[in-house]
């Protein structure tokens, strides 16, 4: 079966050149979230009174935690266990103690209670406080920006070329995004990102005070090949 519409070549032709260009973009923008990791300890002489301190000392967390409210927009309970602690005992072993441990990991919008959270945390007994790791919501606003800044780039760049020709741009053929296969994880680390972490066991006293945390600046990158038909130079 033919048809009277001839296919369009996959490349330029004297008459309708063709110009392919990269259009990238990289923003420095402020972080939109926090994600702290939280693990508690508890030890028991026995399986049973372990598990009973460390239930009571994951309630004061998970307490503490949900007192700030609406600054928490996201707390989730991770690993879990109970292990025992052995000892030499004659030709054998004996358990010496059971170990407890669980894992909070909680993500926070308000950076003023995150300080103040973080330390608390951290005033807690057999608690350590991991982070926080600084990151956008996958729906931040700031992606969309990286990518119009992209396209327009990749037209820029490609009408520079046309303009050096004595041409201009006709048509657009393709715009193909580099990124869309590798999305960004929501809450999680950042690969290259930096961690600042704290492992401290409460003491008796007056509370700490919030620590001052200067929220790390986010790189958003975005990055797109563009394909442009142009008219004839002027050679």
Known sequence: MTSDTAAPAPYGTPETPRVAVRGEARLEVDPEIATIGVTIG???TDRRSALE???????QALELIKSYGEAVEKLETGAFSISPELTRHGRGERVRAYHGRVHITAVLADFTALGELTTRLADL????VDGPWWSLRPDSPSHGEARRTAVR???Q???EYADALGARLAALVELADLGAEA???YGMPPAQGAMRSAAFAGAA?????ALDLEP???TVYAQVNARFTMTPPQL
Do not use: C, K
């Open 157 to 159: 760049r490609a009408r």
């Open 53 to 59: 301190d460390l239930t009571h000392r994951n309630g």
């Open 183 to 185: 999305p960004a994880s």
């Open 216 to 218: 790390q600046r986010q």
């Open 42 to 44: 508890a030890r028991g």
């Open 153 to 155: 780039e990749a037209v």
């Open 205 to 209: 006293g007056e509370s700490a005070p």
């Open 125 to 128: 007994e057999l608690t350590r």
